[in-house]
């Protein structure tokens, strides 16, 4: 039977893709198909199949590296919009860069530069621009957020472009503006970096990579941390007793949410193909041809034991598409 949506979406939107699989856009290697699927290349092709969803009345998907997603085993019943837009534009120690552009990349580019501020990125694989700052991404005690100026972004409904400073980005921890208010998408942002030997920054791009390779399951595919690191304090004197190391975390304000996993003895457990990292517990890692069912099956399971066991709830980090509320 014809799609009249599709053949309407191919009159304006050259490259249009559908029932495209969405696994392999994303770092899990897990989803279904997006049933639209669409690459955008430049802020023009964007304001397009922003406003041609609209007319149509698709829900939309914006995507970035994916590498924070799962992607339910059907995919997304609408328009995919990945954005590809890049670009890299310096000025001293400014940069205006496209919401595309991936930060391992970035970051090498910026070292030769003698440019300080993304070093704690390198190495994150997949992870965009745009994507970095809706989820606020921070590693080694350093925020995407303390190199932002501002940021270009476009709002869906009404196609407004605007720049926000970054205060009015509403930073806070793994939380933005932009994970409140879906309707604002991320075209491109100016950051600011501090200037050093690039020698320096090189050694410390080596040091945070070792630590991801011995550290981290890098070998499989993954979302990286599945649940940020809760801020919160354990206060009960018997679970003080039985583990002693959270005296310390209750000290710097947050407890790692990988040894919460681990202390419930969920370190190794799987589900199906699905499975919570023995390397290190936040980590559910993708076997081979795991469902996105299984991982889901993993973060409940967490959820529920270390609210058991320590009362604690812990956040998902990675996002979810195309699963019922
Ligand atoms: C091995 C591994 C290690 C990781 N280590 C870290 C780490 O150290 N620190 C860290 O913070 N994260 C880490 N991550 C998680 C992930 O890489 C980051 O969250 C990254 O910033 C996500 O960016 P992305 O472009 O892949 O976004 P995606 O996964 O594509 O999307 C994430 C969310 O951002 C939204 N989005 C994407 N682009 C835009 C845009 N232009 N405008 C508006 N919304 C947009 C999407 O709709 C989605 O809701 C790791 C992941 C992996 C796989």
Redo the contacts with the bound molecule.
């Keep these: 039977m014809a799609d009249k949506i599709f053949e309407q979406l191919k009159k304006e939107l050259h490259g249009v893709e559908k029932n495209l699989v969405l696994k392999n856009h994303t ?1 899990y290697k897990i989803g279904g198909p997006a049933k639209y699927f669409f690459l955008a290349k430049n802020k023009e092709n964007l304001v397009k199949a922003l406003n041609i969803s609209k007319k149509l009345k698709l829900p939309i ?9 799962l992607i339910s085993d059907k995919g997304f019943f609408g328009m995919v919009i990945k ?1 590809d837009i890049l670009g890299e534009q310096f000025n001293g120690n400014k940069l205006i860069v496209g ?1 595309g552009e991936k930060l391992t990349k970035l970051s090498y580019t910026l070292a030769d530069k003698g440019l300080s501020g993304l070093e704690w990125a390198t190495g ?5 621009v ?3 700052i ?2 606020h ?3 080694f005690g350093t925020k995407i957020s303390e190199i932002i100026e501002s940021v270009e972004v476009i709002n869906s409904k009404t196609l407004e472009i605007k720049t926000l400073t970054k205060e009015q980005c509403n930073f806070s921890l793994k939380n933005s503006i ?1 994970k409140k208010n879906k309707n ?3 075209i491109s942002a100016v950051l600011k970096f501090k200037e050093k030997n690039p020698e320096e920054i090189r050694a410390q791009i080596k040091e945070f990579l070792e630590y991801r390779r011995t550290k ?1 399951p ?1 070998n499989f595919p ?4 599945a649940f940020v690191n809760p801020e919160k304090k354990i206060t009960n004197k018997k679970l003080l007793e039985r583990f002693p190391e959270l005296n310390d975390f209750n000290i710097k304000g947050t407890i790692p949410a990988g040894y919460l996993i681990a202390k419930s003895g969920l370190a190794g457990k799987k589900i199906g193909n699905a499975q919570i990292s023995e390397k290190h517990s936040n980590f559910i890692i993708n076997l081979g041809g795991a469902s996105a069912k299984c991982v889901m099956g993993l973060i409940n399971l967490a959820k529920r034991k270390v609210k058991k066991n320590f009362g604690i709830n812990l956040e998902t980090e990675i ?1 979810f598409v195309g699963f019922s509320k």
């Design positions: 770092t998907f914006i995507l970035g590296g994916g590498s924070n997603l954005i919401a994150i694989p997949g992870a965009a745009g994507g970095s809706y989820g991404a921070q590693a932009f604002l998408i991320i981290h890098t993954s979302a990286g941390s996002q």
